[in-house]
């Protein structure tokens, strides 16, 4: 079945720039989509189709997909975007398509 | 605006069953796909189930198949997840989120409904 890794944690400092990354075979051939999630809350649509917001996003939360790699990018960084994030896609190819990342916690220092 | 809203969780032995469901509002619910994601405490989401628009395709999760029923009724703009032969790793709160297709990202969920299934 399809694997999508994530690294398990990243830090940054208010007003810098979050990279998170989401491996998986040949990713870029498919439609990566990127949750929020805060403590006790439902996941939050942040990004979909590798690169489009949904309405309310701010325009500092970005992505990118090529190859083997998504990458989520929150640029200005603020104490309110620390939450985990999850990348997901749908492999068409399996009888289980659904398929999320292994999430990363982002830490605002 | 949209509305997702889950119920039927709650404690169950182990080898029980229990069926989800959730309520839909706001949107013409036969448009869409539907599916479920649970996420265990502490831990990563894990999808469960799919459901198209039609009901005509469905898929689920290794860890469910042959003991979850996924389904819908368009007519009471519901979703439905049938539960049987529950283990303990199936504790979790289960979500419902809806796509506009099948590869598309899940804009809208629910709140969630804990399931624990402990003896």
């Known amino acids: 079945s399809y694997v999508l890794t994530q690294p398990p944690s990243v830090s940054v400092a208010p007003g810098q720039t979050a990279r998170i990354t989401c491996g998986g075979n040949?990713?870029?051939?498919?439609?990566v989509h990127w949750y929020q999630q805060k403590p006790g809350q439902a996941p939050v649509l942040v990004v979909y189709?590798?690169?489009d917001r949904p309405s309310g996003i701010p325009e500092r939360f970005s992505g990118s997909n090529s190859g083997n790699t998504a990458t989520l990018t929150i640029s200005r960084v603020e104490a309110g975007d620390e939450a985990d994030y999850y990348c997901q896609v749908w492999d068409s190819s399996s009888d289980h398509p659904g398929v999320f990342g292994t999430g990363t916690k982002v830490t605002v220092l | 605006q949209v509305q997702l809203v889950e119920s039927g969780g709650g404690l169950v032995k182990p080898g029980g069953s229990l069926r989800l469901s959730c309520a839909a509002s706001?949107?013409?619910?036969?448009?869409?796909?539907m599916s479920w994601i649970r996420q265990a405490p502490g831990k990563g989401l894990e999808w469960v189930s799919y459901i198209s628009s039609s009901g005509s395709t469905i898929y689920y999760a290794d860890s469910v198949k042959g003991r979850f029923t996924i389904s819908r009724d368009n007519a009471k703009n519901s979703l439905y997840l049938q539960m049987n032969s529950l283990r303990a790793e199936d504790t979790a709160v289960y979500y419902c989120a809806r796509s506009a297709r099948d590869s598309s990202g899940y804009h809208y969920w629910g709140q969630g409904t804990l399931v624990t299934v402990s003896s």
């Open positions: 706001g949107f013409t619910f036969s448009d869409y796909y």
């Open positions: 040949n990713i870029g051939s498919k439609s």
């Open positions: 189709d590798d690169s």
